[in-house]
């Protein structure tokens, strides 16, 4: 019956652990796929446009021409002048007229696009120029976000118990040092006396059998039938705990072999793992110094590795990259040479960005706070203190 049961057990447990797994698979997952119809979708409308080159790019063209010809027959002329007409030429110039649709929005392009969009990053180095791009653009952030959203909550949530514990373990350890410290021998001593003490307590007031208590009584001893009867009783008591074993093993059975039995509580399971979602995030409680530390090692793994493929970065403009893409502020001012292999860092990002959310949650906590004692600290003092009149 044993050897049955443990393979039983074994797959039970493996069932827990996929349905405890599956609402974050599920998030991350459904992500993914947005992302990828999203870059195949706005390769094909942005990437096979045409370009029409409109009378303002000839404008461009004879101006050029013609500035370029005053440079080479005036060069006794102030270069500033030059250099400020050239300038406010080139303002009016538009992108499109010197790139090739199909080489900005390729897939990996696009998919790049995509990340940005839902990620509220938002470089402005690519965005869609056709009509229906802008209206599509505008549809895949409206759902795209909030589901961007939703799974850096979720993954908050892991974030969030992985620092609590790790935070608390580093307490329990600091204290064990701090009291390990501070111990003398003599109450170290003393500290041993009274575990000793505790532990033969402990023996003595162990649980004992219910003939034991019976032979202890002295009123008892005289009666030998209640012995008999408390021998049935407890062989009663042992026959009782067979009979619940036995049909719990029968049940466990019935329920393997009846999986739509099961449907319902795995069901009502999986509902709570999506109920639970947000909860450990509410329940954190580290020092947001520690927040900033763990940022601030994060950015500077990615700046160290970022201009191995990226050579126009140096560890401190690919810092400053890997803060303004965190943070979800994107001016756009750093274009990278290699976007697609910045998707490689997309597990990257999205961890980052949790991170980051965790710590403008802790900071937001923190002010509240503050807050908090402001406003009850000016109401003490503006409140007017109780006279005492005589009586």
Same mark, same amino acid.
């Given at each position: ?91 009016? $110039? ?39 791009? !802008? ?45 390990? !410290? ?115 090692? #994060? ?10 493929? +990226? ?36 597990? #990257? ?9 965790? $710590? ?19 109401? +003490?003092?503006?409140?007017?203190? !109780?006279?005492? #009149?005589?009586?």
């Amino acid at each position: 019956m044993a050897s049955t049961s443990q393979p039983l057990r074994g797959k039970r447990a493996c069932k827990k652990v996929f349905w405890a797994v599956f609402p974050h698979a599920c998030f991350i997952l459904s992500l993914v796929i947005y992302a990828f119809l999203g870059a195949l979708m706005f390769s094909h409308i942005e990437g096979n446009r045409k370009v029409n080159l409109s009378e303002e790019y000839r404008k461009f063209l004879q101006n050029l021409w013609y500035i370029s010809r005053n440079l080479s027959d005036n060069m006794t002329e102030n270069e500033e002048v030059f250099r400020e007409k050239i300038h406010v030429l080139l303002n009016t $110039a538009e992108r499109d007229w010197f790139v090739n649709p199909k080489d900005i929005w390729s897939f990996f392009g696009s998919l790049f696009f995509c990340c940005t969009v839902f990620t509220t990053v938002g470089y402005g180095n690519t965005y869609p120029v056709t009509r229906t791009g !802008k209206y599509l653009c505008m549809l895949y952030a409206l759902f795209g976000i909030p589901l961007m959203f939703l799974v850096l909550t979720d993954m908050g949530d892991i974030l969030a118990t992985v620092l609590s514990k790790s935070y608390n373990e580093f307490r329990k350890l600091h204290s064990k040092i701090l009291a390990s !410290k501070l111990c003398s021998e003599s109450t170290c001593n003393k500290g041993d006396e009274l575990k000793s003490s505790a532990q033969s307590k402990v023996v003595i007031n162990e649980p004992l059998t219910l003939m034991e208590v019976l032979k202890s009584q002295a009123g008892v001893k005289r009666k030998p039938v209640k012995y008999r009867n408390a021998e049935i009783f407890e062989m009663l008591i042992a026959r009782e705990s067979e009979y619940t074993n036995l049909a719990r093993n029968k049940s466990i059975e019935r329920w393997s072999s009846c999986p739509e039995l099961t449907r319902g509580k795995t069901m009502s399971r999986v509902m709570e793992n999506f109920d639970k979602i947000g909860k450990q995030l509410e329940k954190l409680d580290v020092p947001i110094v520690l927040m900033v530390l763990v940022i601030f090692v #994060y950015i500077s793994c990615a700046a160290a590795i970022l201009p191995n493929w +990226e050579t126009r970065l140096d560890f401190q403009e690919a810092f400053y990259f890997c803060f303004i893409t965190l943070t979800t502020i994107g001016f756009g001012d750093t274009q990278l040479e290699h976007p697609k292999f910045f998707l490689f860092f997309s597990l #990257y990002l999205i961890i980052g960005m949790e991170i980051v959310f965790i $710590a403008f949650k802790l900071g937001q906590d923190r002010l509240i706070g503050l807050y908090k004692k402001v406003i009850s600290f000016c109401g +003490e003092q503006k409140m007017p203190s !109780k006279k005492v #009149y005589p009586k």
